[in-house]
């Protein structure tokens, strides 16, 4: 069913583009070519989602299987979702432009009720756990975006992700949860 | 100084912009013409905001307390911001001409890994505290957003803002929290 397929693409783009947005802050702030450089390909990746979503909901449109106006808002949140990827590369260019940022300026993007944070996993109870094992994002109200292991990236990250020592650990959340979410990770918290 | 002037209305751009696409993505999946019209609202000062900025920035660049290429990213960075706010205006478009989305189409922004939730407030240990003071966001991984009470939306919210039996919470964050979260609003959970 064209519906169900359409669902799945506008989930993804959408999920995509706020990553890439969280990637994109991250590398202004850690001051992190290659987290700007993924950001430019998820966006290859979110544009391609977008043609293929375009075309089936024409085709959906053409077929009677989608009302005119639901065709439209459909095309319309996907536009959207490309909107915000854009603008997550625009915010990766200022990185990839390597213009040295005021410190006060960097601080901006720092001081959100949310924040990112960048943290090395140490031996702790997080280790060979899976993110979905251990509840991480309501217990500490910390969201991991991308790991960095054995110099690799994993942008993928979900609920079966395992945590491995040594992981470099990119996450985002809210800023009372910071110094509990570092002190679990560097081990030196036992209870999440 | 310029600098923490123009740092101030970065933030502020930044987090009212991001604030849009929560509220605009509420309006869609509860039907909520009213959110949808606040994300108009947020638009024109985010706009305004930008006017603002940017005459800061050249002011600052002519009077040399900015290099250019500084200058010229500040000016990106807030034009993103802007971006992001335009792109939750026409998320909020898709709910204001009010076009019955199928509702595999509505699920499709509401099963993401982080969701979107309305609870009213019971009975509970929620009931005049301050956000700051329950530490709601680290401990269940749920963000308010925005608050209707008594008619009155509250946009502003942070965590000086004190709950009220009878607020209708709308709050984004990790799925797996969202049960506890709405066990302890409904006053059917008293540990936080």
């Known amino acids: 069913m064209g519906k169900k397929e359409a669902k799945d693409i506008l989930l993804e783009m959408k999920n995509k583009a706020e990553l890439m947005v969280d990637l994109a802050y991250s590398s202004v702030i850690y001051d992190n070519i290659e987290l700007a450089e993924e950001v430019y390909e998820l966006e290859d990746m979110v544009d391609e989602l977008n043609d293929k979503l375009q075309k089936l909901v024409i085709r959906d449109a053409i077929a009677r299987e989608l009302e005119e106006n639901e065709a ?11 909107a915000i990827a854009d603008a997550a590369r625009e915010i ?8 040295e940022l005021h410190p006060i300026i960097r601080e ?5 009720d949310e924040v990112l944070v960048k943290v090395k996993v140490l031996s702790s109870v997080l280790c060979d756990k899976k993110l979905g094992e251990i509840d991480l994002a ?17 942008y993928n990250v979900d609920k079966d992700t395992v945590i491995k020592e040594g992981d470099i650990i990119f996450a985002r959340g809210a800023r009372e949860g910071v110094e509990h979410f570092i002190s679990i990770a560097e081990g030196r918290e036992k209870n999440i």
Not at 72 to 82: F, G, H, N, R, T
Not at 92 to 99: F, N, P, Q, T, Y
Not at 108 to 112: A, I, M, Y
């Open 108 to 112: 901006s993007v720092l001081e959100s």
């Open 138 to 154: 309501s217990n500490t109200g910390m969201w991991v975006i991308a790991i960095k292991r054995n110099g690799e990236w994993i």
């Open 92 to 99: 990766a260019d200022v990185e990839l432009r390597d213009i």
């Open 72 to 82: 439209l808002a459909i095309i319309q949140l996907a536009y959207c979702a490309e």
